[in-house]
């Protein structure tokens, strides 16, 4: 059974930082593309950067430069290192990860940016 389970959310100031990690389980093959989405309150979820298992990232337009997805293959831990956050990252941000064709979600995990 596959489970993801994220962690590192949590309130931060305006121009701080955050890393949001994702531990995967229950595959025996190991992960194809980790994810991580968000949604705000009132929004639809949105891609926030997504990392392939031949370690390919692509980041959505309102992160760029600004966060950076990484993967420990070993772990089969995702992470997103969040820097220079803005009011407008508050969200919950899931994890996603692929396997064969299914696709998993985390139960989210909220980060909130206000001072």
């Known amino acids: 059974q596959v489970q993801l389970a994220e962690s590192g959310g949590g309130l931060v100031r305006p121009g701080g930082s955050l890393t949001l990690a994702c531990a995967a389980s229950?595959?025996?093959?190991?992960?194809?593309?980790m994810a991580w989405y968000r949604q705000a309150p009132g929004k639809e979820r949105e891609l926030v950067a997504a990392?392939?298992?031949?370690?390919?990232?692509n980041y959505g337009d309102a992160v760029k430069g600004r966060f950076t997805i990484s993967r420990d293959y070993a772990e089969k831990t995702v992470y997103l290192q969040m820097n220079s956050l803005e009011p407008e990252d508050t969200a919950v941000y899931y994890c996603?990860?692929?396997?064969?064709?299914?696709?998993?979600w985390g139960k989210g995990t909220l980060v909130t940016v206000s001072s």
């Open positions: 229950g595959s025996p093959f190991g992960f194809g593309t």
């Open positions: 996603n990860a692929q396997t064969g064709s299914y696709s998993y």
């Open positions: 990392m392939t298992r031949g370690g390919v990232a």
